[in-house]
């Protein structure tokens, strides 16, 4: 079956700065791939998806790229700021008929002020 | 709009007994999807309930079971309970699919912690 893996699982950052967190997955077939935010408590929050149909997609700070040919995609997020501080999880859905989302075991990033 | 409401909050219980939660999807949508979620680790997918009906299950036992009602709201039934199945149990939803997997959003979640 499909297997997601997350890097890195820690992240420290100074506000202002950029951070990238990188993920690949085994299943070819795999055609949807979002990234969820949970901070402390909170629910997982979808922030940005990316279909397989496309290489590219930002969403003011945030963006997400696709690499079909290497199995990764990567969120990029610029101009950190603290309350970016929290756990980030990648997702994908490994087949359309059965809708089920595999995550990496997530990022904690840490943005210092 | 509304989001995920899942109940309850909490919930404790002892090795053997049996746990139901619950869960009210976004006014519209259809799918409702379970996952777990223990202390540190990723999300586990669990069920995927479409229109009344269990669609898809992860790799867990049989005790785990649930079912989705006519207004798309879902229960999600854990029998004879184990230490290791205290975790985060998140519910989400979705719209109908179309033939495309859609966003799942996600609820607060139900904390259950078997003693």
């Known amino acids: 079956g499909e297997n997601v893996e997350q890097h890195p699982s820690t992240l420290s950052v100074q506000e202002g700065d950029s951070a990238v967190i990188k993920c690949t997955y085994s299943?070819?077939?795999?055609?949807?791939f979002p990234w969820y935010k949970q901070e402390l408590g909170k629910r997982p929050q979808l922030i940005i998806d990316?279909?397989?149909?496309?290489g590219e997609k930002k969403d003011q700070r945030i963006a997400v790229t696709l690499n079909k040919t290497a199995k990764h995609f990567s969120l990029h997020i610029t101009e950190t700021q603290p309350e970016d501080s929290a756990v980030y999880f990648c997702?994908?859905?490994?087949?359309?008929?059965?809708?089920?989302?595999?995550f990496g075991t997530g990022t904690r990033l840490l943005v210092s002020p | 709009e509304a989001g995920v409401t899942q109940s309850p909050t909490h919930l404790i219980k002892t090795r053997g007994q049996q746990a139901t939660l619950r869960c009210s999807p976004i006014?519209?949508?259809?799918?409702v999807y379970w996952y777990q979620q223990a202390l540190g680790l990723g999300l586990q997918f669990l069920l995927w309930?479409?229109?009344?009906?269990?669609?898809n299950r992860g790799n867990f036992p049989p005790r785990f079971s649930g079912r989705q009602f006519p207004n798309y709201s879902s229960e999600l039934n854990v029998n004879a309970l184990e230490l290791e199945d205290s975790a985060l149990y998140l519910c989400?939803?979705?719209?109908?699919?179309?033939?495309?997997?859609?966003?799942?959003?996600f609820g607060d979640g139900t904390r259950l912690s078997i003693l």
């Open positions: 006014s519209g949508h259809t799918s």
């Open positions: 989400a939803s979705s719209s109908g699919t179309g033939g495309f997997i859609q966003p799942q959003h």
């Open positions: 997702a994908a859905s490994p087949n359309t008929g059965f809708q089920k989302l595999v």
């Open positions: 990316i279909r397989s149909n496309v």
């Open positions: 309930y479409d229109e009344g009906e269990e669609r």
């Open positions: 299943d070819s077939a795999s055609n949807y």
